[in-house]
Each structure stands twice: as C-alpha cells, then as structure tokens.
C-alpha cells in the first residue's frame, strides 16, 4: 500500500554553515550547506524568483529558503527516488518525476505545496522542463522517450522516440520552438516541438 502524501510544513534548525551571510563578500564563498536527506541528491532547482530551492532525493523533494537556508517543507510519500524537479516559468508550479515503483510525472501548487495533479503513465522519469510559456511539460523517461504534456489537463501531447536507451536530461530553447534531450546513448537529439504559433 502506497504511503499517504504529506505536504504539511515540517520545523527543522536552520543549515550547518562555517560561514555567517555579513562574511560573505567574494564569488566563491560557501553560503549554505543544507543537509536533511537521507540519500544521493539526484536534482535541484530554484524558482523563478529565486527565494526558493528545491531538491529531490529519496522519495522526497525538500523545500529551503534561500536567504536563510532554512528547510521549510518536505514533499513526501513517493514510491521512489524523485530524479527530476522543476518550477514554472511563472513559479506557481513545481513538477517532480519518479523512478522505481511510483513511475509517476506530478504537479504541485507552490502557493500551499498541495497536488494538483498526477500522470501516472509516465514511465521512470528521469528529467523534466517546462516550455517557456510554462503551457507544455517535457519529461524524459526510462522507455528511451521523451513525452509532451499539457500541464492543465493531464494530457499526453506526443510522446518522441529517437534514442536506444534512457533519457536523462532535457530542455527547451528560449524560443520553445525546439527541446533537446540527452540520453545514455550517448546522444543529444534536438526535436521541433512548436511552430512558434
């Protein structure tokens, strides 16, 4: 039986640091050293407006704030290591993709950290990025696919095969006119996924 999700904010110590923010003054200098997971640390990502860092590992996505370093919030409950995390362009929405058991792509609100939504056939997600628009979701997969999705209903767009084995990293140009996605087949492959319409 799947574990019930938690979302519920969590009270943690501030980060062990050697270094105080008003020692700080050149490139290069450490600024927080976050510790709380309990393995590897497979994914990061800030948002938009940069107050916020999130991290997957296992089977959590821990929330920090980073002007203080400060773990606010643990996203839980996942059936296994979260590989891939991502926020919106317009940092309402955190997406989060699993391995293992769960093999799910999910959507978070980021104004109270509650589900929105869950694809849960979206294979062992590996990587994840949203289009600049933030209206299409890319996520690469264990199937050796990368799949499209409109992020407002759950629905598959296109799923594109190219590569032989797993797809561990993509990303949309600027533009959104074309991803790339890179593969342990040692390959990057560049897909036309908008006419700019």
């Known amino acids: 039986m799947r574990k019930k999700l938690s979302t519920s904010p969590r ?3 501030k980060p062990e640091t050697e270094t105080k923010p008003e020692e700080i003054k050149e490139k290069g200098d450490l600024l927080w ?5 309990k393995e590897v640390v497979l994914a990061v990502a800030f948002s938009p407006d940069g107050k916020t860092l999130a991290s997957a590992s ?17 996203l839980d409950g996942f059936g296994g290591s979260v590989y891939a995390v991502a926020f919106s362009p317009d940092g309402t929405t955190l997406a989060t ?5 769960d ?16 694809f849960t056939d979206a294979g062992e997600v590996e990587a994840v990025a949203f289009s600049p628009d933030g ?16 992020g407002s209903n759950e629905a598959r767009l296109q799923t594109l095969a190219g590569h032989t084995v797993e ?11 074309t991803l790339a996605s890179g ?10 996924v908008s006419d700019g319409a």
């Open 11 to 13: 009270t943690e110590t």
């Open 33 to 37: 050293h976050l510790k709380g997971h």
């Open 58 to 74: 296992d089977r959590s996505v821990r929330l920090w704030q980073v002007s203080d370093g400060a773990h606010f919030n643990t």
């Open 97 to 101: 993709g699993c391995d293992g058991d």
């Open 103 to 118: 093999r799910t792509l999910r959507l978070w609100r980021v104004s109270d950290w509650s589900l929105l939504r869950t």
């Open 135 to 150: 209206n299409t979701l890319a996520s690469g997969n264990d199937d050796d696919e990368v799949d499209l999705w409109r």
């Open 167 to 177: 797809v561990f990293s993509v990303a949309f140009s600027p533009d959104g006119k």
């Open 183 to 192: 593969s342990w087949d040692k390959s990057v492959t560049l897909w036309q």
